[in-house]
């Protein structure tokens, strides 16, 4: 398999549940990012990793955990979230940091309920 | 503040019929600025990176240009397949990170 690849693709989750989004890229790429795409509203970066360390946390509340074991592999750990997180996760990588054109994957809709 | 603004917001074409997308940007010292495709459901497509005033990047029906305060992306004779939401973003060379524009949904109707 090539490219980015986001799981689940849905994910619908009670305001107490515990889940995580997973993210795996096979390009040899060594920074990955978290992207919050909601409706009518820019992309919003909330994480980045060059070389498996975080290097940005944008502000976000910390019912979003991130974690990033190797250089292939990202997750976003969610915890107690609130409706107005629900939105299109997306999870990006790029060869170099901050160089892009990123490669996307197709991202995580979460619905939060 | 750097900030992306694209116009129109929404945009329906017929088959064929040539149009623009507009991105205007504010930043300090412009590094690049990137054009991407998505496709519902989907995530962003990169097509291309610009980086300095006057250049220009084709790719089959689509052709970005640049200047110091905008970039627009010309589609030309548009095909159904076309359809899509267009982002456009810069990156700063005080900060790196992308700063994204709220899209342009293009829709070409057979």
């Known amino acids: 398999e090539t490219g980015v690849t986001q799981t689940p693709r849905h994910l619908v989750m009670g305001m107490t549940n515990k889940k995580s989004l997973k993210c795996e890229q096979h390009?040899?790429?060594?920074?990955m990012y978290w992207y919050k795409q909601s409706a009518k509203k820019p992309l919003e970066l909330m994480f980045v990793?060059?070389?498996?360390?975080?290097?940005e946390n944008n502000s976000v509340p910390s019912r979003f955990s991130p974690e990033c074991p190797n250089s292939s592999h990202l997750f976003l750990h969610l915890h107690t979230l609130q409706p107005e997180d629900s939105a299109l996760y997306l999870c990006?990588?790029?060869?170099?940091?901050?160089?892009?054109?990123?490669?996307f994957g197709s991202g995580t809709r979460l619905t939060v309920v | 503040e750097d900030q992306v603004t694209q116009s129109p917001e929404a945009l329906r074409l017929q088959e064929g019929e040539s149009s623009s997308l507009n991105c205007s940007y504010t930043?300090?010292?412009?590094?690049?600025l990137f054009w991407y495709r998505q496709d519902p459901g989907k995530g962003p497509e990169f097509l291309f990176t610009?980086?300095?005033a006057g250049e220009e990047k084709e790719k089959e029906r689509l052709k970005a240009t640049l200047t110091k305060k905008e970039s627009f992306l010309h589609i030309t004779a548009p095909k159904p397949e076309d359809s899509a939401t267009y982002l456009c973003?810069?990156?700063?060379?005080?900060?790196?990170?992308?700063?994204f524009g709220t899209g342009t949904r293009l829709q070409v109707f057979p």
């Open positions: 990006a990588s790029s060869q170099v940091l901050d160089r892009a054109g990123y490669t």
């Open positions: 390009l040899g790429h060594n920074a």
């Open positions: 990793y060059s070389l498996e360390e975080r290097v």
């Open positions: 930043v300090s010292g412009l590094r690049g």
């Open positions: 610009l980086y300095s």
């Open positions: 973003a810069v990156q700063a060379y005080n900060t790196d990170k992308l700063i």
